[in-house]
């Protein structure tokens, strides 16, 4: 799973943290029932923000179906996010990903540089591009925009040079972002959001071009590979302002927009992208200077909502091993949040899910009231 949006589970409440988890999957089946198998492995925390945003600005709750079991929810069935949303977000995930693949082929990297790897990974992409084309139709988005963004974007980083502003090297990704943010207004029946929407993508997209490159840039020094940070001679200080503003940016741009329920919206847009910012600048647990947002005199945090699992069935040693088995075979110990004991009944979370949190002592988080359950510092 990539994208910079990586939401602790900590950090969303269960209301929230159950949509975002319904859109993820939402993507993922969509992606599986309109384009098979394979194309589940482009499933991305990024794209399915494509998805709350169009529930986000509807007058009632999103298109919902029941998923049977998953590894990733612990083997349970689940409401998911379903209808345009969900096609949406498949449709530019494929589309970039696709376009993804082909820079990886067309680059050498890896296992790319050999033959017959890069020709299947060509056909993949092919097939991957027309396919999001076919789904962005339906839904009315022409995926154009998207290849025309990404086509440009090799002829543009061959003509930087050091001096160069970084922002010729992201507007590619801001261009894209920002279509397929706009795009959700009109799936919505909103459009007069289009134009706040599609400011708030194109910050979007420069934010994670940003960081991409960012994560990247020791391994590129040492590949040889292209970065745009080293080409146009921009230091990290400059890139962390340019991300701070274009976070900033994304917020002013929501306020401008009209949603009927912006609670997990606002909790990835703000809050998520604000600590990607943080965590791929190394500074996880310590806000830079001037970004402390004082709370008002007298404010007490409240506690921050936590889940209380109920404790399993509590087994003898050979039933035990039994179940212990299935919960191998089935992923649970690793993806599974919570999986209960096989022997003792005790609520655990999965390997993956304990690797997950990154926010530090979440209890000393304080609360706002900017979404529902959203834990954070601010004063939005």
Known sequence: MFGILRPCRHRLSPTLRTSWM???????LALRDDHGQLARTVTN?????????VEAQSPTVGTRRVAGPCPLRGMRSAPVADGSGARLAAAVSLVLASAKVRDHVDDGDGAFRKAPVAGVARRVATRWARQGAAT????????????????????????????SSVLLATEPTETATAAAFAHTAVLAGRPGNAAALG???????????????VEDIDADAETGAWNPLTATGTNL?????????????????????????QGLVHALLVHELDAAVNRTFGHQHSPPPGHQHPMPPGHVPPTPPKDMPRWGKKRSTLPG????????????YCCADP???????????????QS????????????????????CSCDC
Not at 45 to 53: H, N, Q, R, T
């Open 199 to 213: 400011e708030a993508g194109k910050l979007f997209g420069r934010v994670a071009h940003l960081l991409d490159a």
């Open 22 to 28: 319904a859109h993820l999957c939402g993507l993922c």
């Open 136 to 163: 962005g139709e339906q839904i009315g988005f022409s995926t154009a925009v998207l290849l025309d963004a990404v086509g440009r974007q090799g002829e543009l980083e061959s003509g930087l040079a050091t001096g």
């Open 356 to 375: 997950y949190c990154d926010c530090g002592d979440c209890s000393c988080c304080e609360c706002c009231s900017c979404g529902d359950g959203c834990c």
């Open 321 to 332: 091993c039994g179940v212990a088995l299935v919960l191998c075979c089935t992923c649970q």
């Open 237 to 261: 200080v400059e890139a962390r302002r340019l991300c701070d503003d274009a976070v900033l940016g994304v917020k002013l741009a929501l306020r401008e927009a009209d949603f009927a329920d």
């Open 339 to 353: 999986y209960h004991d096989p022997w003792t009944g005790e609520p655990k979370s999965g390997w993956c899910a």
């Open 45 to 53: 925390y990024d794209g399915l923000v494509v998805s709350a945003l």
